[in-house]
């Protein structure tokens, strides 16, 4: 359970408002749902900065910018105050949080007539009023109430059933009540760890990656070449404080200190599991890609993903470390990227059923290899988000959390689902690593924090703040002083600069519409820094990093192309001019903050229109699908409720494709021996790459301005891709002027 530190310290308001959002939903909700299952027992982690900001609401009455622009009475907000609610009050996955709702999905599919109204001074068309800023508030609010919560509060379900024409007062109580419920969270986890059998571990203060922090050049150790910031960033005392202070907050709320640490983002090296047993940490855990570094080989796995050789897998083993041996378990990341990624487009039970197969398979090779002999005790670490899954799911993940908890209470005593502390207990000998790795849980490297521009330029003012710091406080050190109140305010400062959030942000990999704020609380923080030292912080500081093209609404949004196309369907590039126009689109993992291993099979795809038809093109991966068979490609038009399926034969240049309602089964499907058919109206070929057409008509589309989609594609027997990872595509219709659009660029 992780939320960077959100407060500006230029306003001392957050920024952001997922502390609040997800402690409504996730937080809260989590520990209720596990304690119906006492036959199954969790290690939950808690980073402190999280604890921080959720007690600052409860007790100190904090306010988020989204919270304060809420509260206010839509006939008193301004011009901007409007626009910020348009721009960022549809921020949830669309299928679960926001088109269940009528209005709600009325007002998300009006909302950018309502921006273009706001952009003229007298309004127009399409312009919101007082009624639909009200219901905009509240919806947004409400929805990201957990179901249990909005069930159990019968104004909450009053208000949810009602809909829309919301009150103030109403509007109101949904605020008032999002703090009640965030009252609770610490008391949950105080009961889930001292009366429900459940384990709370821990992480570092600020969530930092701490080889980084000791060293910046470990990145080198994880991955040899790896371009680095010019000026060394090494401060190891910071690291340490970061985790000193973390575990001083979790002993201030819980009464004891944790057992275990998840270090920020699996990130782990020599030094930095020394420092953990220093510490007294009694075990860490990461990811199986540094088990398998550790080892010098790699976690074989057959079609199904279950592990060929498991034995020397499914077990901790202990890093030796001059403070101490310090056990380290290494998580599946198969199993786990399945709830993370995968579930929640299965049918719930479906879901479950496939986990318990799994773990069934897992335990039938292990037992298997070991004639069953009772001495060997295996672990399976299954960790992951414990937020960011959830509302992916139609119901935030209820359905499937109790069925698939209720099955694998149904496992033991051959598979018990225990804490981590209590794995470690069952355990009589725990091996020694051949050697201890460096590198994250992503890739095994530390490229997203540090391996662009961005995060190079991130490392260097940071650096020189912290550098200026220490020369101030070696002063007092010579004197046998502590460091006086504004320089403990400066370091404080640094330590949230430090964060692992901020880099995540920066460079390409990951896109958020978030990206300048999270850009602004870094470079805040450290400006407030050179403050507190008495200095004024370099005018570089109030410079943003990130690059200007990354700072857009969607990431997602596919703009129309530059003129109107009419490539052939015939399954082949034959000309480059025929999709020259027309908008590509390299899949990225998007908005996400947890990773998934594996070649990506869709290299591209591309969008375009002419007067009546829509089309694409998708081009695969040639070393993905080497030797491939068969791939299924479907593209799900949601909000139509249609989708287009397709089985293609890489090696053979086959296909027999589908176009038809949402839960249909029938549909007219060519043969796999045709590679083009007209099914109806509807066109599509495949030889090197699936080229598409769709007339305006087939999807009801003509008057739309946007055409919402995703795409899923999956190798047979193997684990899928979905694009984009959360959430759709929005693609931009031609509309009523096109022509003039097209005409004048």
């Known amino acids: 359970m992780h939320q960077p530190y959100y407060k500006d310290p230029e306003t001392g308001s957050y920024l952001l408002p997922w502390v609040r959002l997800h402690a409504i939903k996730d937080y809260a909700s989590l520990p209720v749902i596990f304690r119906g299952h006492p036959g199954v027992r969790h290690t939950v982690n808690l980073v402190p900065s999280l604890l921080v900001q959720v007690l600052d609401y409860v007790e100190n009455g904090a306010e988020d910018v989204f919270l304060s622009i809420s509260r206010k009475n839509a006939l008193d907000l301004t011009k901007a105050e409007n626009e910020f609610l348009l721009r960022n009050f549809f921020s949830g996955y669309a299928p679960t949080m926001i088109l269940p709702q009528q209005r709600y999905a009325d007002l998300f599919r009006g909302h950018e007539a309502a921006l273009r109204a706001l952009e003229k001074n007298n309004g127009g068309p399409g312009g919101y009023g007082a009624s639909e800023y009200t219901d905009l508030a509240t919806l947004f609010n409400l929805t990201w109430f957990h179901p249990l919560f909005r069930e159990e ?45 459940g384990e709370l571990s821990s992480s570092p203060m600020y969530h930092p990656i701490l080889p980084l922090l000791i060293d910046n050049r470990s990145a080198l150790d994880a991955l040899p070449g790896a371009a680095l910031p010019r000026l060394p960033f090494s401060w190891p005392a910071d690291a340490r404080s970061q985790l000193e202070q973390g575990r001083g907050v979790f002993h201030d709320l819980f009464g004891s200190y944790p057992a275990g640490l998840w270090p920020s983002e699996g990130s782990i090296s020599p030094a930095v599991l020394e420092m953990a047993a220093g510490t007294g940490f009694r075990w860490a855990a990461t990811d199986e890609i540094l088990l398998a570094r550790a080892f010098g080989t790699t976690v074989r796995r057959d079609p199904e993903g279950i592990p060929v050789e498991p034995d020397w897998f499914y077990r901790p083993y202990a890093a030796v470390t001059k403070s101490g041996p310090i056990p380290v378990f290494f998580r599946d990341h198969y199993l786990s990227d399945l709830i993370g990624f995968e579930y929640s487009r299965w049918n719930a039970r479906d879901a479950a059923n496939n986990f318990i197969h799994n773990l069934k398979r897992i335990y039938d090779r292990l ?9 060997n005790v295996y672990v399976i670490p299954v960790i992951l988000d414990g937020e960011n899954a959830w509302e992916y799911f139609h119901d935030s993940g209820t359905e499937f959390l109790n069925v698939l908890l209720s099955k694998l209470e149904l496992l033991r005593p051959n598979i018990e689902s225990i804490t981590l502390s209590e794995a470690l207990g069952e355990i009589k000998e725990i091996r020694e690593l051949p050697s201890t790795p460096t590198g994250s849980w992503i890739d095994g490297t530390f490229h997203i924090w540090i391996g662009h521009p961005e995060d ?3 490392w260097e003012m940071l650096s020189r703040a912290r550098t200026l710091m220490e020369s101030k406080s070696k002063v007092y050190t010579k004197e046998g002083k502590e460091d006086p109140p504004d320089l403990q305010k400066a370091r404080d400062y640094l330590m949230v600069a430090e964060g692992s959030d901020w880099f995540w942000w920066y460079g390409d990999d990951h896109y958020t519409p978030h990206g300048p704020e999270f850009d602004r609380l870094f470079r805040n923080n450290i400006k407030a820094a050179y403050k507190a030292m ?8 109030d410079i943003p990093i990130i690059k200007t093209g990354e700072i857009v609404q969607e990431r ?23 999709w020259n126009s027309a908008r590509k689109v390299v899949p990225s993992p998007g908005f996400v903050t947890m990773h998934r291993a594996g070649h990506l099979v869709l290299s591209c795809f591309y969008y375009g229109f002419s007067v009546d038809e829509i089309f694409f093109r998708f081009d695969l991966d040639k070393v993905a699908v080497e030797n491939v ?3 299924e490609l479907e593209i799900l038009f949601q909000e139509k409720s249609v989708k287009f399926n397709s089985i293609l034969d890489p090696i053979n240049g086959l296909l027999s494709s589908s176009f038809v309602k949402i839960g249909e089964s029938g549909g007219e499907t060519s043969s796999l021996q045709d590679t083009s058919k007209d099914f109806g109206n509807v066109r599509a070929a495949f030889v090197k790459v699936l080229e598409l057409a769709i007339p305006f008509q087939s999807l009801d589309c003509g008057r739309d301005e946007r055409l919402e989609f995703f795409v899923t594609i999956r190798i047979a027997e193997s684990f899928g891709e979905r694009w984009p990872v959360f959430g759709t595509f929005s693609a931009e219709l031609p509309g009523k002027d096109f022509l003039g659009r097209m005409w004048h660029a």
């Open 629 to 631: 068979h068969e791939i």
């Open 456 to 458: 190079h330029a991130a």
């Open 153 to 197: 509060d019968p104004e909450l379900s009053r208000l949810w059933r009602k809909g829309s024409g919301f009150t103030e007062r109403e509007k109101h109580y949904v605020l008032d009540h999002q703090i009640e419920v965030m009252g609770r969270v610490i008391d949950e986890y105080r009961k889930f760890s001292q009366e429900d059998g």
């Open 367 to 375: 037992s298997s290899g070991t004639s069953g002999s009772s001495e």
């Open 556 to 578: 997602n949004v596919i703009p129309a192309p530059r003129s109107y196309i009419q490539p052939k369907i015939d399954g082949l590039v034959t000309s480059y001019f025929e």
């Open 534 to 541: 008495g200095g004024v912080s370099p005018d570089s500081v």
